[in-house]
């Protein structure tokens, strides 16, 4: 039988661990990782390997060579410039006329590929997934099928809002060979996002075969000490190159172990080593070929590549060291760091927990290694939020991060592109702005200041001027010691969670770019933004009509920069505004939301005693809104978006609207009403504004917390078009917001957060979905079932918590808490 090993991949995840090898080539247990693959695929009767090829390629093959030595055939096939996994693969269609299987070379498994084989010709299926479960899914492709293995749905590397199961594609695929004439020579393609989605959509036999075994995708660095502890623990079984001593310790040829040495059963030592006097070899630990430890020192969980030296009375704990390393006497490697090849580190050097030290360093004796040593920062948690990246303020958002932020941003961007920045009026968020800034300019990145500023005109300023991008520092909503860096794409959107992953590496690793010193960016600072902005703003409202009605209105700023700004487009409208919180201190941190319910209570009396036609409170950012209306009731979240519908309703006909999945039936109910689609996205904002932006039809869109977006001006949340729309409609319309407001049901929603683990995410997704199948599901962030006709219930994981938010509408408020409750003990009995 004939197999493809994919081994072409950089493993830029293993760093510093791949920058001297190819990620196949990683030992696991003192053997290449690949090799382990081989000897499986041999076992099973895949004698014909062809092997896929770019990076460092050379290195793999000189390491197998024909494969004799191992009891196959083996030849390769070098990609010139990447294919994709399919791609690739379509390079030996010459040699590839009957059934074969395609495994990844940085896996580590012992699933019965012979019966994956055998189901695969018995389902009849042009292509077989093999199919294993975790508890984590986000980094792998999420696949559902059906009672006979048919495959049903898939997703590639899905957010937690989009898992709906934690059966996951390992990598390893059965094929048949007239797929591959799918595909055009020398294109690219990838079996996930190209070759299977198509067999799917052509309604083509694709399955999955769910295999029992162990599996394990060595994506990081925590991954490949994890596949270590499982080797010892018996979870795979695999091939360990030496002799299993009475104790159960593995020892390699030559190697010599000093009488009172102390060698831990669960623990392998390579060829030609010297284990010495007083030595103590604990327990979960590797040490390669032709290695030293000397008198007295002591290794734990820890693993040792060839060629290294340990010295005497060293102590190195849960780390990896790589080869050809000396660690001289009394060094101390703590949990979690990782030495480069090559490196000498000096006596009585003490190497702090999760450093990266990068190959062929010299740290001098006596040192005290806190930071990592040239590249990779190494940080404790996911770098981005669900908004941007949020740290505690001037405690883990130092300006020393925010200058390795920056840096990693103009790292990600081409050299010479422009940034927008901006901030909040918090002093902390200028401090952080300005290191920010110092980072782009570092990495040859132009920087456009514009101060402090609303979020959304700084948004529009981006998309207007043509800049690469932009940031914006502020506090984080509903958590004031948190400060906020939100990154915009070159439409002022939010970035991908793909763009945020790319940051983050590159964050991660310092893998920065060095700058000449005559290419570092300039700064400027752009004192007409606002004109900017407004020029676009008054095409999009019709102001004449506004001006005629001479309101009277009262708007609540909540301290923000809007206050400065607002104030004259007002009085330009012939509006005449009171104005309430419209003063901006660096000391006092903005009103994070505009659903503050003692603020909208105090801004209800004001309106009242005032006789205002309208009552305004933004939040200190610009982005949403709640109202006031003249008996002084506050229209606010789910009712203020069905008031916006039906003042909508009065211009457009048919019109295509976008709201997020938790929205509520009555805005469900208006829009099919005045005969209008309705798009749904994940309930988050960045899905919202991405959704509109990339849909030209959209002429609306809203979330159920007073944020909406008027995609002809920008397709981003802006409180003042939304506060002069709203005007518009009520001028040109002659339409009564009080009046508007009484033809509105009552809207009963209730939500509770629980905690969840991160490993169960993926089981209740895949748990909740199978359990209530027979009902109207919709999976578009987490599961949302229709209970009755009135009522619904929503589990939905977080994105970047370890919590499960249950969102419910009822008939009445206590249906909606009645529901959550109910639905939260499901989820407790699931977890």
Known sequence: MKAVLMAGGEGSRLRPMTLHRPKPLVPVCNRPMSEHIVGNLKAHGFNDIFVTLYYMGDEIQSFFGDGSSLGVNMAYSVEE???????????????????????????????????????????????????????????????????????????????????????????????????????????????????????LDDKKPIFGSVQPGYWCDIGNLKQYREAHEDAFDGKIKMDIPGKQLDSGAWVGAKTEISPDARIHPKSIIGANCRIKSGAVINEYTVVGDNCIIDEKASVTRSIIFNNTYVGKSARVVGSVILRNNVLNQNVRVQDGAIIGDSCIIGKDSRVRTQIKI?????????????????????????????????????????????????????????????????????????????????????????????????????????????AAGGVHTRISPYMPEMLLSEFFDENGINISTGKERKIEAIFTREDYRRTDMTEVGVLRYDGRYLDHYLDHFYKCVNADAIRERKYRIVMDYSNGSLSTMMPPVLSGLNIDAVSVNAYMDPSITPRASALDKAGLGELSKICRSLKADLGIMVDGEAEKVSLIDKKGRVISGPRLLALMLRLIAHKETHPIIACQANTPNIVRSIISDIDGEMILTQANSRSLMTKTDKDPGIIFAGDIKGGFIFPSHQPAFDAMMSIIKILEYKAVYDISITDLNDQIPDVHMHSETMPITWESKGKLMRVVSDKYKKRNLDLTDGVRMDINKSSWVMIRPDPTEPLVHVVAEGGSAAQARKLVAQYKEVVGKLD
């Open 358 to 466: 990068w190959p062929e360093k010299t740290i001098p004796s006596g040192a005290d290694v806190n930071m990592n040593v040239v590249y990779a920062q190494n940080w404790p948690t996911t770098l981005f939020s669900a908004l941007g990246v949020r740290r505690v303020g001037n405690v883990e958002y130092t300006p020393e991060f925010g200058a390795r932020l920056g840096s990693a941003y103009g790292a990600f961007l081409p050299q010479g592109s422009t940034v927008i920045v901006s901030r909040s009026p918090h002093k902390m968020s200028r401090v952080i702005k300005r290191s920010l800034v110092g980072g782009l300019m570092s990495m040859g990145v132009d920087v456009v200041d514009i101060r402090s500023a609303p979020l959304p005109i700084s948004r529009h300023m981006v998309r207007s001027t043509g």
């Open 81 to 199: 410039s990447p294919l994709g996994t399919a791609g690739a693969v379509k390079l030996l269609e010459p040699h590839l006329d009957e059934t074969f299987l395609i495994i990844s070379g940085d896996c580590l498994t012992d699933i019965d590929l012979t019966a994956a084989v055998a189901f695969h010709k018995k389902s009849g299926s042009l292509a077989t997934i093999v199919l294993t479960r975790v508890s984590t899914p986000l980094e792998y492709g999420v696949v559902i099928i059906d009672d006979k293995g048919r495959i049903e749905r898939f997703l590639e590397k899905p957010g937690w809002g989009e898992v709906f199961s934690d059966t996951v594609n390992t990598g390893i695929y059965i094929i048949e060979p007239e797929v591959l004439k799918l595909m055009e020579p020398g294109q690219k393609y990838d079996w996930s996002n190209d070759i299977f989605p198509r067999l």
